[in-house]
């Protein structure tokens, strides 16, 4: 007897063993717009150039694939981005957290803070061609380009440094930033604008270190000291120098910065004494080093997660003040396992108090079951302040949910990125047209734009539009600023005599690019120059003789002639003064403006 109650519970317990691990089995997470997180930072971008930091965590149990990043603000950088290193993709494995390095040449001209907004594109390869998937994830970052031009001194560079590293070789061509992969042979190139005085005596040694995150190469040799010979080097004159260097076999992934130091003398055959300074150089490290899974361990698997699918906004474009609704797919990755109890809260990321619930509504909504691979559409209702900054905003979506089966408690969260703007409100002062207008003559005008809204107006410029009518020279107002004026003061050419209607028209760009106008109407009367039919003035005409007034006891004489040259001294003397009135009014207007 006891025999079979020991077999019995043997083959119960062996049948409970085989079954388990099926049972705790989990779903792996499939690879998605929401398992994908894009991160931007400033890499410390300089004049004609834009270094940004890529920051990519594929959260997912698939492997995904960058095929592509480009600018979709476009307000410095161009439209497309190529990826480090000219590849046409790069593979970041489950789970994985990937950095590198963008470069841009942008124009001369650019200065200051520009915030721009990326467009990355993922693929995944899956076994079916019918389900592989293409994913697109945006972010914004803020690039500082300065306020000086390149050939000003660096206002970043330290006190007495003669050189700073350009973006640009001596051909004006944009010089890449080092890419390759952990164990390759890349090359470096260190182009150095001198920006003051007679340099010479010029060499430049690199940082070593036995950190691979400061020194990502393999130490070669003693000595790495490059010791320019092409003479002295003159202020705005660019030299280069060029490192060929093997990567490290253990580097890891990611973005690295690496220091040279420069030395050199102002006064070398004269006994000067011996300046140094240093350059910093981001290395790209595009497949970098992995431990290995030691052998008999398993790697760690994800939890079925409820992530959000795909999300819409009710509008294209949304403006401040304005309500619009939000709408999103939440998913159940699980296909053995529903959630329940799930708790769904949306708020804006930077906790502004900018971007709320619209009025009634709560940023909070309970759902009491999704079953396995099911899903549920959501829709909140939002209202941003009258005076939200126009930009971009995240709204963070948070979720909380337990497990059917074993009320196991979760969390997950994600973002939804919305685009807020504010509306153009441009007012126009009545057109001023100074002087008269002759044919084939300039009449110069007057027009004052107050920019009335809280966003600037963009590449503004004055044309004008009726029958004869062409501006003397095109008028570019450039950009107004919130609360802003612009004053055009510009002069147009008449070739059509009589009444001419016409417009005035003023082009100017949101903050999206998009190019608007408004136009002003205006009437003038055009004379011609010369000629034409003589208008009787209504007296004697001096010179000709007056026959005098009958007065019934005889002719009276006539006016003599002085008289009649003291009146036209008269007449021309008034005429004189109202067009010196005139002017001095017009000049006073102009400098109250």
Not at 331 to 337: A, D, G, P, R
Request: with cysteine.
């Amino acid at each position: 007897m006891k025999l079979r109650r020991f077999l019995a519970l043997f083959l119960a317990l062996a049948l409970v063993l085989s079954i388990a691990p099926a049972a705790l089995a989990v779903d792996p997470v499939a690879a998605s717009a929401s398992t994908i997180e894009v991160t931007l930072a400033d890499a410390n971008s300089t004049f004609g150039v834009a270094y940004i930091l890529v920051t990519i965590n594929n959260t997912s149990d698939e492997a995904i694939a960058l095929t592509g990043a480009a600018c979709t603000s476009k307000r410095a950088l161009p439209a497309t981005l190529s990826l480090p290193g000219g590849v046409a993709s790069i593979t970041i494995n489950a789970g994985d957290t990937y950095q590198m390095l963008l470069s841009a040449g942008v124009g001369s001209g650019v200065t200051g803070s520009i915030t721009e907004t990326l467009e990355f594109t993922f693929f995944v390869d899956r076994v079916d061609p019918a389900v592989d998937g293409t994913y697109k994830k945006s972010a914004s970052v803020t690039l500082n380009f300065g306020t000086s031009t390149p050939s000003s001194p660096d206002p970043n560079a330290p006190a007495g440094s003669a050189f700073r590293l350009s973006a640009y070789d001596a051909n004006k061509k944009l010089v890449p930033t080092p890419s390759g992969d952990a164990g390759e042979k890349i090359t470096i190139r260190l182009p150095l604008f001198c920006m003051e005085g007679v340099i010479e005596s010029i060499s430049v040694t690199p940082k070593l270190s036995t950190s691979l995150d400061e020194w990502p190469f393999a130490i070669e040799q003693m000595d790495y000291t490059y010791y320019y010979n092409g003479g002295s080097v003159t202020t705005n004159q660019i030299i280069e120098l060029d490192y060929t260097l093997k990567l490290a076999k253990k580097v890891t992934a990611g973005v690295k910065k690496v220091d040279f130091i420069i030395t050199y003398s102002k006064n070398a055959f004269t006994g000067g004494e011996a300046l140094t300074q240093t350059v910093s150089v981001y290395v790209n490290v595009v497949k970098g080093y992995t431990e290995p899974t030691p052998s008999g361990e398993t790697p760690p698997v994800s939890q079925p997660k409820l992530i959000l699918e795909k999300y819409s906004l009710s509008a294209d474009k949304i403006y401040a003040g304005e309500e619009f609704e939000v709408y999103f797919t939440l998913k159940n990755t699980s296909s053995v396992e529903a959630v329940k109890n799930i708790q769904i809260s949306i708020s804006d990321t930077l906790d502004t108090g900018k971007i709320l619930p619209a009025k009634g509504g709560s940023n909070t909504i309970y759902i009491d079951r999704i079953e396995s691979g099911g899903s549920y559409d959501v829709t909140y209702k939002m209202q941003s302040s009258s005076d939200i900054d126009p930009k971009a905003y995240k709204l963070g979506v948070a979720m909380a949910y337990e497990g059917a089966k074993n009320v196991t408690g979760y969390t997950a969260s994600d973002t939804i990125s919305v685009t807020i703007l504010q509306k153009i409100r441009l007012k126009f002062d009545t057109p001023v047209f100074y002087d008269e207008c002759y044919v084939g003559q300039t009449c110069a005008v007057y027009l004052a734009m107050y920019n009335m809204g809280r966003s600037s107006v963009y590449n503004c410029m004055i044309g004008i539009e009726g029958d004869g009518l062409q501006l003397e020279e095109t008028f570019f107002g450039g950009t107004v600023a919130a609360g802003g004026t612009m004053s055009a003061d510009f002069n147009i050419i008449t070739n059509t005599p009589g009444q001419i209607e016409g417009f005035i028209v003023v082009t100017y760009e949101d903050s999206l690019g998009e190019q608007m106008q408004e136009k002003i109407p205006v009437s003038l009367f055009v004379m011609e120059m010369g000629g034409g039919e003589v208008i009787d003035p209504g007296f004697e005409i001096p010179g000709k003789e007056d026959p005098g007034i009958d007065v019934g006891g005889g002719v009276t004489p006539g006016m003599p002639l002085w008289a009649w040259i003291a009146i036209g001294v008269g007449v021309l003397g008034c005429g004189g003064a109202v067009l010196l009135v005139l002017k001095k009014r017009r000049n006073r207007h102009l400098e109250d403006v």
